[in-house]
């Protein structure tokens, strides 16, 4: 009966304050839009990994064919003409790379914080300083 008869709140009577609906729907479109940033990133990195190793292999084939070709050229035009070739391909690894980064555009744009009321530390009122007794 006495429990019956008691306040149904022996909670404290000062609350701590929740975070504002519209700070929380804040954070909330933050860490969804920060995730798809992540998300492109990781698939942004992925082919452009993709593009290098292309290159990579490239490079790496017209390397070993100039290597071979060198090793059955016997004249100093043979092997000019092969460092000439080599060079192009090359080249032309170089540029099929870098057009190939160029179409994938720019890079996703990072979503920015929102800023959180609570964070903002209010001004402290400063002491005044007085200056101290001479002796």
Do not use: C, H, W
């Amino acid at each position: 009966m006495i429990v019956a008869g008691a306040p149904s709140s022996f909670a404290d009577a000062t609350p701590t304050p929740s975070p504002t609906p519209i700070v929380l729907t804040a954070m909330k479109q933050y860490k969804v839009a920060m995730d798809q940033y992540r998300i492109a990133m990781s698939e942004r990195e992925q082919v452009r990994k993709n593009i290098n190793k292309s290159f990579m292999d490239a490079v790496m084939a017209a390397n070993k064919v100039a290597k071979k070709a060198m090793g059955a050229a016997k004249t100093a035009d043979a092997k000019s003409t092969i460092l000439a070739q080599q060079k192009i391909a090359v080249a032309l690894a170089n540029a099929a790379r870098d057009a190939a980064i160029a179409a994938m555009g720019p890079a996703p744009i990072e979503p920015i914080k929102p800023v959180n009321l609570a964070e903002i530390a209010p001004l402290k009122k400063s002491k005044k300083v007085e200056p101290s007794p001479t002796p």
